[in-house]
T-cell receptor, first 112, second 113 residues
């Protein structure tokens, strides 16, 4: 079992719809959870982070965390063509250092 | 404020050569991490440095080494380059222990021929 798993996609949604991106992780000691957006040929850009169970909203983005189910998701409301990118889930377990594990990413395409 | 800066942005090297990549963190950030990202995959952790000490190392061979300087900038060195080392090398800075969010530089695209 991979440490962090994501649906590889591609996920296609029409403009204006809600895009739902999912991530599961295997290490129950994981403490911090991040979503990065990566455009083709560019570096990852941090868009959301969440530490506690529940929902966290920032503009059109909502991150949801369920530690019992080892599941974290990202919802993008009113999807725009500019949201078309690969979305990376990252999980941190703090030991002697911040051990960061990235998922393989989900490719999102928003169709005008 | 300037973000994380990396140099060079692109590099072409021959098998067997050595390469040094450089990273300057966000002002005030004391931790630098290095990642390797192969096309189609998520970034893979290589090193984390904090306060000039190596705090963590990923599953990479000893050909990979790094260091952090007193001004918190960092270098990643790769010796005896292989074709499989071709990748996007990413540097990220963060502000532990209170904050774990990591911010990435633009990356260095290394091509080994």
């Amino acid at each position: 079992q991979k440490e962090v798993e994501q649906n590889s996609g591609p996920l296609s949604v029409p403009e204006g719809a809600i895009a739902s991106l999912n991530c599961t992780y295997s290490d129950r000691g994981s403490q911090s959870f991040f979503w990065y957006r990566q455009y083709s040929g560019k570096s990852p850009e941090l868009i959301m982070f969440i530490y506690s169970n529940g929902d966290k909203e920032d503009g059109r983005f909502t991150a949801q965390l369920n530690k019992a189910s080892q599941y974290v998701s990202l919802l993008i409301r009113d999807s725009q063509p500019s949201d078309s990118a690969t979305y990376l889930c990252a999980v941190i377990r703090r030991t002697s250092y911040d051990k960061v594990i990235f998922g393989p990413g989900t490719s999102l395409s928003v169709i005008p | 404020d300037a973000g994380v800066t990396q140099s060079p942005t692109h590099l072409i090297k021959t098998r067997g050569q050595q390469v040094t990549l450089r990273c300057s963190p966000i002002s005030g950030h004391k931790s630098v991490s290095w990642y390797q990202q192969v096309l189609g995959q998520g970034p893979q952790f290589i090193f984390q440095y904090y306060e000039k000490e190596e705090r963590g190392r990923g599953n990479f061979p000893d050909r990979f080494s790094a260091r952090q300087f007193p001004n918190y900038s960092s270098e990643l060195n790769v010796n005896a380059l292989l074709l499989g080392d071709s990748a996007l090398y990413l540097c990220a800075s963060s502000l532990p222990p209170t904050r774990t969010e990591a911010f990435f530089g633009q990356g260095t695209r290394l091509t080994v021929v």
